[in-house]
């Protein structure tokens, strides 16, 4: 079958991630083309590995016949329109998280895929790790028997810089709708319900001597489904020790927990005490092979014509989840759904 030639759009931290499991691990792929806003860093280390330089104007991609596919990991203020234009040039779209702040505009992008018939699948790469998958397996067995309570820890190992505020967008920065929205979408996920209703509380604890940062860097929220089932979910922008992912789905027939993945199941026992491994400490450690399987499956999509795995509408539940939190964080209140649900 012929490989899917792709393009990565902004060559950070994660869309370098991309650019190498596209290389490296994807067989049914090929990397053309690359696009950053500033390139000069992402070149010096595509010049030493045999990587496609990056170009600073990404609608040259977009006007190159050979690229079959985009995949977007610039700045999250910037992908609803990236979005758009892509599909406007024909071009299948696997796009970061959050496909936009604004719910409008995602409403837009999915009119707009809906009328040009592109893919368009959101990188919810969580989805795509093994841990989390073989728990979803277990629920959709029946093993649990239905959900009664969800609950997620989630904690990154430092906070973002003041970057993260200035940058363009960055007004929007939030941990609800840049971190905890992987949560909310491993909530729904999880369970087949829809949340309904959510409540938030906040804390401005690890940036409190920082007068510049004002937005809420830990956070517990309770969500409620349709079925009235709930979750939990506690959140933090540092956790010293490294990322603390761990989950738990408990049912009626049962529980199932997913630790944290860890460098080594060696653990000490001494005299001192038992000493085990801590968690892994970056995104690539821990979440690397996710990224490689959810490109993957967005290619095998393309190839098959198949149906995305996670699509526009769970973009746009996502972000009607987060600004719900922010909002009940704020206002001290449970926040229905349905009050911030956009028009369809």
């Not at 406007?88 to 496909?99: Q, T």
């Not at 368009?120 to 309570?149: P, S, Y």
């Not at 690397?288 to 967005?298: H, L, P, Q």
Request: hydrophobic share 40%.
């Amino acid at each position: 079958m012929k490989k899917v030639k792709l393009a990565v759009i902004g060559a950070g931290n994660v869309g370098r991630i991309h650019v190498e499991n596209i290389v490296n691990k994807l067989d049914n792929a090929e990397l053309v083309a690359v696009s950053d806003f500033y390139p000069e860093k992402y070149n010096e280390i595509a010049s030493e590995k045999g990587w496609p330089l990056a170009r600073k104007e990404y609608r040259e991609i977009l006007k190159d016949e050979e690229v079959d596919a985009v995949v977007i990991a610039t700045p999250a203020a910037l992908h609803g329109d990236m979005i758009i234009e892509s599909a406007k040039a024909g071009k299948d779209v696997f796009c970061e998280k959050p496909l936009d702040y604004d719910k409008e505009k995602i409403v837009e992008i999915m009119k707009i895929v809906e009328e040009t018939g592109i893919k368009l699948q959101i990188g919810f790469n969580r989805r795509f790790d093994k841990n989390f998958m073989k728990a979803k397996e277990l629920v959709e067995t029946g093993k649990l028997g239905d959900i009664h309570v969800i609950k997620i820890t989630s904690r990154d190992p430092s906070p973002p810089g003041m970057e993260y505020f200035t940058a363009p967008g960055g007004e929007h920065c939030s941990i609800y709708t840049d971190t905890t929205i992987h949560d909310f979408d491993m909530v729904r996920f999880f369970n087949p319900a829809e949340v309904v209703e959510v409540y938030a509380m906040g804390s401005k604890l690890i940036n409190k001597d920082v007068e510049e940062i004002t937005r809420d860097d830990t956070c517990v929220i309770t969500l409620r489904f349709e079925d009235d089932s709930l979750a939990v979910i506690d959140n933090s922008w540092e956790a010293v020790y490294g990322y603390d992912q761990r989950s738990e789905v408990f049912g009626t027939k049962g529980a199932v927990t997913v630790e944290n993945d860890v460098f080594s199941e060696t653990t000490l026992h001494a005299t001192e005490g038992i000493i085990s491994e801590k968690p892994l400490v970056t995104i690539k450690d821990r979440y690397g092979e996710s990224y490689a399987n959810e490109i993957k499956a967005f290619v095998d999509a393309i190839q098959n014509d198949a149906k995305v795995p996670v699509d526009a509408y769970d973009g746009l539940i996502s972000i009607v989840i987060a600004d719900a939190a922010r909002l009940s964080a704020e206002e001290n209140r449970p926040i229905k759904i349905k009050e911030l649900m956009p028009e369809m």
